[in-house]
């Protein structure tokens, strides 16, 4: 069974730029959802998607977009990056379930974009 | 609005010893309560959880201890060793259908040999 891959694992940019980064889930998941850690900070929900759709948003600005794919891989977009933008983004996968989901999210390794 | 809070922020236990984190809760909707384990340079992994309706919840080492009319939680490792060394993260969700989990901002616990 693979895990959560995410690519590329480190990135620079600098302000302004965009950055795409992605996430293949885990093998028979097919939810996707993407976090964004902060140094030193808990991880915080960013969206989700499911069935190729957005289903689910946290406190983050539409400059932040994503995609999710058939094979339900997903990426993560954001454009006119900013400093603050610089953290660990986490991407995690979970199924879809048949009598209640467990509550288990699976992690990847996450990628971490520093912007200059 | 921080709506779980984590204490403390770092921990440090002796071999065999207990190590206990906090968390405090405001949202009573929350319905699941998860702890993750994070490794340097690792995503982070689910460790236990429990949901409302219990109020200890024990895995080997691990027991979450709930304290529903409190709104606080909070995870004991018993007998803890340099291999537990790693930042914990309480957690909280609310219902199943959109997976937002809200994180607590970490435990960094260090257990020295």
């Known amino acids: 069974e693979t895990g959560v891959t995410q690519s590329p694992t480190h990135l620079i940019k600098t302000r302004g730029q965009q950055v795409t980064l992605r996430c293949s889930s885990q093998s028979g998941h097919n939810t996707v959802s993407w976090y964004q850690q902060a140094l030193g900070q808990g991880p915080q929900f960013i969206f989700q998607y499911y069935r190729e759709e957005e289903n689910g948003r946290g406190n983050f600005p539409p400059r932040f977009s994503g995609l999710q794919f058939p094979n339900y891989s997903s990426e993560l977009n954001v454009n006119a990056l900013e400093l603050d933008d610089s953290a660990l983004y986490l991407c995690?996968?979970?199924?879809?379930?048949?009598?209640?989901?467990?509550?288990?999210?699976?992690f990847g390794e996450g990628s971490r974009l520093t912007v200059l | 609005q921080q709506q779980v809070k984590q204490s403390p922020q770092s921990l440090i236990v002796q071999k065999g010893g207990i190590s206990i984190i906090n968390c405090a809760y405001e949202?009573?909707?929350?319905?699941?309560f998860p702890w993750y384990q994070q490794f340097p340079g690792k995503g982070p992994a689910l460790l236990i959880a429990i949901r409302p309706d219990v109020s200890e919840k024990k895995e080997g080492r691990f027991t979450i201890s709930f304290n529903k009319s409190a709104k606080q939680f909070s995870l004991h490792i018993m007998d803890s060793q340099p291999g537990d060394s790693a930042t914990y993260f309480c957690?909280?969700?609310?219902?199943?259908?959109?997976?937002?989990?809200?994180f607590g901002s970490g435990t960094r616990l260090q257990v020295q040999p």
């Open positions: 957690a909280a969700l609310r219902g199943t259908g959109r997976r937002a989990l809200t």
């Open positions: 995690a996968s979970s199924p879809v379930p048949r009598q209640g989901w467990t509550g288990e999210l699976f």
């Open positions: 949202n009573t909707a929350f319905d699941y």
